[in-house]
C-alpha cells in the first residue's frame, strides 16, 4: 500500500537550514506529483512546493521562493526539501504528500505523511 515517510524536522536557529526527506513506498514517483505542505500553529495547512510527476517543473509558495528547494531521487523513491535562511515563521508541521497533479488544494492529496515537526527559534 502506498506509505509516506518524512524525516528531518527538528530545532534549528533564524537564518539556518534543513532537509527533509519523505520516503514513499507502493507507488513511484515518475507517475505521480509530490507536493510538501506545512501547518503552523493556529493556522490553516499551507502548499509550500510541489513537483510535477515528469520532474520537469517545480513550483513554491511565494513565502518560500529562493529560500526553499524541492528535489526529488527516483532510485531512493525519495523526495526532498531543502530549507535554507529559516525563520520564526516557518516553524510548522511540514507534509509530504501524493497527487496525479499539482495543486495548491491540499482537497487534491490522496495520500499523506504523518507530518515532521521544523521549529525555528534561538
Known amino acids: 500500500q502506498v506509505q509516506l515517510v518524512e524525516s528531518g524536522g527538528g530545532l534549528v536557529q533564524p537564518g539556518g537550514s534543513l532537509r527533509l526527506s519523505c520516503a514513499a513506498s507502493g507507488f513511484t514517483l515518475e507517475h505521480y506529483a509530490m507536493a510538501w505542505f506545512r501547518r503552523a500553529p493556529g493556522k490553516e495547512r499551507e502548499g509550500v512546493s510541489c513537483?510535477?510527476?515528469?520532474?520537469?517543473?517545480?513550483h513554491y509558495a511565494d513565502s518560500v521562493k529562493g529560500r526553499f528547494t524541492m528535489s526529488r531521487d527516483i532510485p531512493k523513491n525519495t523526495v526532498y526539501l531543502q530549507m535554507d535562511s529559516l525563520k520564526p515563521e516557518d516553524t510548522a508541521v511540514y507534509y509530504c504528500?501524493?497527487?496525479?497533479?499539482?495543486?495548491?488544494?491540499?482537497?487534491?492529496?490522496?495520500?499523506w505523511g504523518q507530518g515532521t515537526q521544523v521549529t525555528v527559534s534561538s
Open positions: 513537483v510535477t510527476y515528469s520532474g520537469d517543473n517545480t
Open positions: 504528500a501524493q497527487a496525479e497533479f499539482c495543486s495548491w488544494s491540499d482537497n487534491e492529496y490522496a495520500y
